[in-house]
């Protein structure tokens, strides 16, 4: 069984005291607060859907790849939001999690809409970011949302995809392997630039890390953690003693404790190398035959191949480009992209503002 998230818009305001897009301002000797923010800060409920696998105006907001703040556009038109764990993200369980290939994922988001609203889905927009906007325009190649009225890719093109795949196995070897907690993954993702947004990284790691398994250990092996090796010493029967005991006990709660608090990468994404390709390749060409109105959201326009440029230049599709942001677009300027989906599903006359919000 596959186990998805559906998640419905709690409110159409962040959480008191949190501000979207701001940056932390921290003052003097203060430090920063790098706790995880769990998903019911944004959402009012979550659900476990259940699909079987082989081997204002009603109008829903389809995220195949989890928005950290998707809830703030809910605050300009009206709509719902449902955002669904791909395999290896969050809370979704498969057979074979290292199953990444574009056609499985693209299958995954088709069987979870036909779950959630049977023969007859209302109109659907869908926005994936990065690998999760390539899926996007899988699936909506493959027609898997009849009802599909719009497509929204963020920061994602085949060119520029294609060339970093071959630098991608040295990034995921420069990643940390693992984590003491939590925290400490939320304070990396922030202060190595993967995300520019504090409370986005507070929201968003803990569905790309896990709690490490307990593993199974024999006699003589050894356990890293932290980069500290803690080895199991032969018990001399003859010497034991008090202060012999109370060392051991004070090492094995140590190593209890250190292997229960370690957190690693849900997924490892060095194994499915094979599927890179799969993800990227010919992707602005099926991005370009959609029929739906699309928009690209990018850092940079630096990032548009020569297909897509052709495209943008014939009208094939709305651009907009969001500078003084990394990749995590939607991370690190959540109301500007919440601004510019609005615009463009109110602007397609998919939805409307909602009543007395100022634009």
Same mark, same amino acid.
Not at 44 to 71: M, Y
């Given at each position: 069984?596959?186990?998805?998230?559906?998640?419905?818009?709690?409110?159409?305001?962040?959480?008191?005291?949190?501000?979207?897009?701001?940056?932390?301002?921290?003052?003097?000797?203060?430090?920063?607060?790098?706790?995880?923010?769990?998903?019911?800060?944004?959402?009012?409920?979550?659900?476990?859907?259940?699909?079987?696998?082989?081997?204002?105006?009603? /109008?829903?907001?389809?995220?195949?790849?989890?928005?950290?703040?998707?809830?703030?556009?809910?605050?300009?038109?009206?709509?719902?939001?449902?955002?669904?764990?791909?395999?290896?993200?969050?809370?979704?369980? +498969?057979?074979?999690?290292?199953?990444?290939?574009?056609? #499985?994922?693209?299958?995954?988001?088709?069987? +979870?809409?036909?779950?959630?609203?049977?023969?007859?889905?209302?109109?659907?927009?869908?926005?994936?970011?990065?690998?999760?906007?390539?899926?996007?325009?899988?699936?909506?190649?493959?027609?898997?949302?009849?009802?599909?009225?719009?497509?929204?890719?963020?920061?994602?093109?085949?060119? #520029?995809?294609?060339?970093?795949?071959?630098?991608?196995?040295?990034?995921?070897?420069?990643?940390?392997?693992?984590?003491?907690?939590?925290?400490?993954?939320?304070?990396?993702?922030?202060?190595?630039?993967? /995300?520019?947004?504090?409370?986005?990284?507070?929201?968003?790691?803990?569905?790309?890390?896990?709690?490490?398994?307990?593993?199974?250990?024999?006699?003589?092996?050894?356990?890293?953690?932290?980069?500290?090796?803690?080895?199991?010493?032969?018990?001399?029967?003859?010497?034991?003693?008090?202060?012999?005991?109370?060392?051991?006990?004070?090492?094995?709660?140590?190593?209890?404790?250190?292997?229960?608090?370690?957190?690693?990468?849900?997924?490892?994404?060095?194994?499915?190398?094979?599927?890179?390709?799969?993800?990227?390749?010919?992707?602005?060409?099926?991005?370009?035959?959609?029929?739906?109105?699309?928009?690209?959201?990018?850092?940079?326009?630096?990032?548009?191949?020569?297909?897509?440029?052709?495209?943008?230049?014939?009208?094939?599709?709305?651009?907009?480009?969001?500078?003084?942001?990394?990749?995590?677009?939607?991370?690190?300027?959540?109301?500007?992209?919440?601004?510019?989906?609005?615009?463009?599903?109110?602007?397609?006359?998919?939805?409307?503002?909602?009543?007395?919000?100022?634009?």
């Amino acid at each position: 069984m596959e186990k998805q998230l559906h998640l419905n818009l709690l409110s159409n305001r962040p959480p008191a005291g949190l501000q979207a897009g701001s940056k932390m301002r921290m003052g003097p000797g203060r430090k920063r607060d790098f706790s995880p923010l769990g998903w019911s800060c944004y959402f009012q409920t979550v659900e476990d859907v259940e699909v079987e696998t082989s081997s204002g105006k009603d /109008i829903s907001l389809l995220l195949p790849f989890l928005l950290g703040r998707s809830a703030v556009i809910c605050g300009r038109i009206n709509c719902r939001v449902v955002a669904m764990d791909l395999r290896g993200h969050g809370d979704t369980k +498969v057979q074979n999690s290292e199953d990444l290939s574009a056609e #499985t994922m693209a299958s995954d988001i088709r069987k +979870v809409v036909e779950v959630l609203y049977g023969e007859a889905p209302p109109p659907i927009l869908m926005i994936g970011h990065s690998m999760g906007g390539a899926i996007a325009v899988h699936a909506a190649a493959a027609n898997h949302i009849p009802s599909l009225l719009g497509l929204c890719v963020i920061d994602v093109v085949e060119g #520029t995809a294609m060339d970093a795949l071959n630098s991608m196995q040295s990034f995921l070897r420069s990643r940390p392997k693992t984590f003491k907690s939590l925290e400490n993954a939320i304070e990396w993702s922030v202060k190595s630039g993967q /995300i520019r947004n504090v409370e986005s990284a507070r929201v968003s790691m803990g569905g790309q890390v896990k709690k490490r398994e307990k593993p199974a250990r024999g006699v003589g092996e050894s356990n890293t953690i932290g980069g500290e090796i803690l080895e199991e010493e032969e018990e001399d029967e003859e010497q034991e003693g008090e202060e012999r005991s109370n060392r051991k006990r004070m090492r094995e709660e140590e190593q209890e404790r250190q292997s229960s608090s370690v957190f690693e990468w849900r997924v490892d994404l060095s194994r499915t190398e094979r599927f890179w390709t799969g993800w990227f390749k010919g992707l602005s060409a099926l991005f370009l035959s959609c029929t739906s109105p699309k928009l690209l959201l990018l850092a940079g326009v630096d990032r548009l191949d020569k297909d897509l440029t052709i495209g943008q230049m014939q009208g094939k599709f709305q651009l907009q480009v969001l500078p003084q942001c990394g990749h995590a677009v939607h991370e690190d300027a959540p109301d500007k992209v919440a601004d510019a989906i609005a615009s463009f599903m109110v602007r397609h006359k998919f939805t409307d503002f909602k009543e007395g919000f100022l634009w």
